[in-house]
């Protein structure tokens, strides 16, 4: 065993980095092996010509490789980041109903810049008895011009080819979850169905998405998401994607969002989405209004009832926009929360 972790291989839960594995393997061989390559900005994973060139996995980016893996119970889940977004904020996409000051003081107590703002995209693969499924999807193409939409290059580089997904699981239709379902007018996932909630479905289709306020997002829904629905299994609170993976309704940031929770008790691991998107804000101020909430009153009452459990039974999550790879725990602290990122939580459970 190659792993330099199998060492550990008793816990429960372990981890390893792209940066930790064994180098010098081909993408394909690495996954066979259990482990992967680090090598990055050969492109040999991704592709070949002017593709290869322009998704080659580049590690002048930050965070390259850009994964990362960990067995959570019966589940290997890599973490492989679509993209970072430097920018000013958290206000007012964040505490839109604050004031800059609150909002930057709340930051600098954190160590943090009081108006400048880092956002991340972390797209889950969660490989679950025999079943590779896709959680989320990322810019694709679209956003490659701005430096996202390297899940393509990252996942190959972490050793699964597009063919390997049996399922994408969409937790919202957000331009920044769907975009990445096709490539070059193609089913960017040939082999894979589709599992999408079914009020999220619903509302995008509906006339008062397509005429309203949210129209952009509606067209980029009929285009990305639509065409697949004959493959699409439409999901209820408490309906399992794969044996394992049960979908949690987690309404408000859209009208149809969902979590999906993936094991159970201590080996718990639960993909928030977008309910906590700002590792400060969204735990120790979990009231405050988030601009791309839908419903900010839902939304908040999401936070609340999602973090309280999170804290009672101590699962691990892993939320799209926290900071890759994403992972971490969340504590209770007086009348609100705390996000404890994972350090060696993992590796120190017996
Ligand atoms: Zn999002």
Redesign the pocket.
């Known amino acids: 065993m190659s792993d330099p972790l199998s060492l550990n291989r008793r816990n429960a839960l372990f981890l390893a980095a792209g940066g930790l594995a064994a180098t010098g393997l081909g993408a394909g061989t690495a996954r066979a092996q259990g482990t992967a390559p680090a090598e990055a900005g050969s492109g040999s994973g991704s592709g070949s010509g002017t593709e290869g060139e322009a998704m080659g996995v580049d590690d002048t980016r930050p965070f390259a490789p850009g994964w990362r893996r960990f067995q959570i119970g019966e589940a290997r889940i890599t973490v492989v980041l679509d993209g970072v977004r430097p920018g000013e904020g958290p206000f007012p996409t964040f505490g839109e109903d604050q004031t800059q000051e609150a909002v930057g003081a709340l930051m600098a107590r954190n160590g943090l810049p009081r108006e400048r703002f880092v956002n991340f995209?972390n797209v889950v693969i969660v490989e679950l008895g025999g079943q590779t499924v896709l959680v989320d999807t990322g810019f694709g193409e679209g956003g490659r011009a701005n430096g996202m939409g390297l899940l393509r290059a990252r996942m190959e580089a972490a050793g699964f080819s597009p063919g390997d997904i049996d399922v994408v699981a969409l937790t919202?239709l957000?331009g920044?979850?769907i975009n990445g379902l096709r490539e070059a007018g193609e089913p960017a996932f040939p082999n894979a169905r589709y599992a999408v909630g079914r009020e999220e479905m619903a509302f995008w289709t509906s006339d008062e998405a397509r005429n309203g306020p949210r129209a952009e997002n509606a067209r980029a829904v009929a285009d990305n998401v639509a065409p697949f629905e004959a493959r699409t299994t439409l999901l209820a609170d408490g309906e399992e994607v794969v044996p394992g993976m049960v979908a949690r309704a987690a309404f408000g940031?859209t009208p149809g969002q969902l979590a999906f929770a993936i094991g159970s008790g201590e080996t718990q691991v639960v993909l928030t989405?977008?309910i906590f998107?700002q590792f400060v804000i969204s735990f120790q101020r979990p009231d405050w209004h988030v601009r791309?909430d839908q419903d900010k009153t839902a939304a908040a009452e999401t936070r609340r009832r999602f973090a309280s459990e999170l804290a009672d039974s101590g699962a691990a999550i892993i939320g799209?926009?926290l900071p890759f790879p994403g992972l971490g725990y969340v504590e209770a602290d007086g009348e609100a929360f705390r996000f404890v990122p994972e350090t060696y939580q993992s590796l120190a459970r017996g």
């Open positions: 995209f919202h957000h920044d979850h940031h989405a977008d998107s791309f799209y926009h």
